[in-house]
């Protein structure tokens, strides 16, 4: 039977390495004493195996445990329960990496359009992309539509809703998309903009089909609370839409950023994935940008790569270092650092862009 392979960091200490893995192995797979198993199938191909313990130094391990591919149902709620499930429980335990073999990454769509899609959508051929955020919370539509209007006059890409924007009374998603939507198509520019959509799977789809309705085509999704199956379904009952996904309660499991963040999310669909640069506010290294950015664009059983979007309290004075840093197949977010220039936002956004621009290839 076909297996996958789960790779996974756990604290121990020599002398019960070898049994923590094996129960690790066992808690992955059948949940139960193997003992206890009387059909020689189960025990077979079904019980997790552990291929291989490195000592990683410092109290730290590396396992490798075969899982069956057939446990996963070749869905991705189901892929992450099997490799992740209920050991992400345990505080000794972080989910590292999965190595999944081809009959399984067939079951996964990929992006819709991609990072060549994204260039051809706002004309950014040669060069990095550039992105913003509509803030902050508690606005009403027509005041966040002329923050995207001043963004785009500055020549913005890309320019997406904060997070946190769903389907609130004070901007409900319907009035915001069409009021912010009608302010880009004024200034004849070819920013994208990609509101936020939320809620159950019937309510995402139905935001989906309104933003078509209004002639945008991308939006942003946070999978790790829509659900990666949901998210999933999402791309593709669309497949002319593109999908930005964000990285919120990404953190809330003990998974590798670049096993989530850039390999699971693009499998299931993300055409940009947005996560925190090191050096900003959140406590990413640069050793897990380069790797998260590297899942993102590696060759991937034919599926198109997916940019880098490198964020996380950002300003224009590192986009120098960050293109130096990611290369020009990437998307540069800076949002607060843009909107704190009040009333001078798109002179703040012309220099970012510029200072993009003037980069060149990378």
């Given at each position: 039977?076909?297996?996958?392979?789960?790779?996974?960091?756990?604290?121990?200490?020599?002398?019960?390495?070898?049994?923590?893995?094996?129960?690790?192995?066992?808690?992955?797979?059948?949940?139960?004493?193997?003992?206890?198993?009387?059909?020689?199938?189960?025990?077979?191909?079904?019980?997790?195996?552990?291929?291989?313990?490195?000592?990683?130094?410092?109290?730290?391990?590396?396992?490798?445990?075969?899982?069956?591919?057939?446990?996963?149902?070749?869905?991705?709620?189901?892929?992450?329960?099997?490799?992740?499930?209920?050991?992400?429980?345990?505080?000794?335990?972080?989910?590292?990496?999965?190595?999944?073999?081809?009959?399984?990454?067939?079951?996964?769509?990929?992006?819709?359009?991609?990072?060549?899609?994204?260039?051809?959508?706002?004309?950014?051929?040669?060069?990095?992309?550039?992105?913003?955020?509509?803030?902050?919370?508690?606005?009403?539509?027509?005041?966040?539509?002329?923050?995207?209007?001043?963004?785009?006059?500055?020549?913005?890409?890309?320019?997406?809703?904060?997070?946190?924007?769903?389907?609130?009374?004070?901007?409900?998603?319907?009035?915001?998309?069409?009021?912010?939507?009608?302010?880009?198509?004024?200034?004849?520019?070819?920013?994208?903009?990609?509101?936020?959509?939320?809620?159950?799977?019937?309510?995402?789809?139905?935001?989906?089909?309104?933003?078509?309705?209004?002639?945008?085509?991308?939006?942003?999704?946070?999978?790790?609370?829509?659900?990666?199956?949901?998210?999933?379904?999402?791309?593709?009952?669309?497949?002319?839409?593109?999908?930005?996904?964000?990285?919120?309660?990404?953190?809330?499991?003990?998974?590798?950023?670049?096993?989530?963040?850039?390999?699971?999310?693009?499998?299931?669909?993300?055409?940009?994935?947005?996560?925190?640069?090191?050096?900003?506010?959140?406590?990413?290294?640069?050793?897990t940008c380069k790797a998260l950015?590297?899942?993102?664009?590696?060759?991937?059983?034919?599926?198109?790569?997916?940019?880098?979007?490198?964020?996380g309290g950002m300003t224009a004075?590192?986009?120098?270092?960050?293109?130096?840093?990611?290369?020009?197949?990437?998307?540069?977010?800076?949002?607060?650092?843009?909107?704190?220039?009040?009333?001078?936002?798109?002179?703040?956004?012309?220099?970012?862009?510029?200072?993009?621009?003037?980069?060149?290839?990378?």
């Amino acid at each position: 039977m076909s297996r996958l392979t789960a790779i996974y960091r756990i604290r121990s200490d020599a002398r019960t390495i070898d049994e923590r893995a094996r129960s690790l192995a066992v808690e992955q797979s059948v949940e139960m004493p193997v003992e206890a198993i009387d059909d020689p199938g189960v025990r077979e191909d079904i019980v997790g195996r552990v291929e291989h313990i490195a000592d990683l130094g410092d109290g730290v391990f590396e396992a490798r445990i075969a899982l069956a591919v057939a446990t996963t149902g070749a869905e991705p709620g189901q892929l992450l329960n099997m490799l992740y499930g209920n050991s992400s429980i345990h505080e000794d335990v972080t989910l590292w990496d999965a190595e999944l073999p081809d009959e399984l990454l067939r079951a996964f769509p990929g992006p819709n359009r991609g990072l060549d899609g994204l260039r051809q959508r706002v004309g950014a051929a040669g060069r990095a992309m550039t992105c913003s955020a509509l803030k902050p919370q508690g606005l009403p539509p027509e005041k966040l539509a002329a923050i995207a209007l001043r963004m785009a006059e500055g020549g913005i890409d890309f320019i997406k809703d904060d997070h946190g924007l769903a389907d609130q009374a004070y901007s409900p998603f319907a009035r915001r998309v069409a009021a912010v939507a009608a302010a880009l198509r004024r200034t004849g520019r070819t920013t994208c903009y990609l509101p936020s959509v939320t809620g159950n799977l019937e309510q995402m789809r139905a935001q989906v089909a309104q933003a078509q309705e209004e002639g945008v085509d991308f939006v942003l999704v946070t999978p790790m609370i829509a659900g990666l199956a949901n998210f999933q379904a999402l791309v593709r009952g669309f497949p002319r839409m593109g999908f930005m996904t964000h990285p919120a309660m990404a953190g809330a499991s003990r998974i590798a950023p670049p096993l989530l963040l850039g390999k699971l999310f693009r499998l299931t669909g993300s055409d940009a994935t947005v996560f925190p640069n090191h050096g900003g506010r959140f406590g990413y290294s640069p050793a897990t940008c380069k790797a998260l950015a590297e899942a993102c664009r590696r060759p991937c059983a034919g599926r198109r790569p997916a940019a880098p979007v490198p964020a996380g309290g950002m300003t224009a004075d590192r986009v120098d270092e960050m293109l130096s840093f990611y290369g020009r197949d990437t998307m540069l977010l800076i949002g607060g650092g843009l909107l704190q220039a009040g009333e001078r936002l798109a002179e703040a956004a012309a220099a970012f862009t510029r200072r993009v621009a003037e980069a060149g290839p990378q």
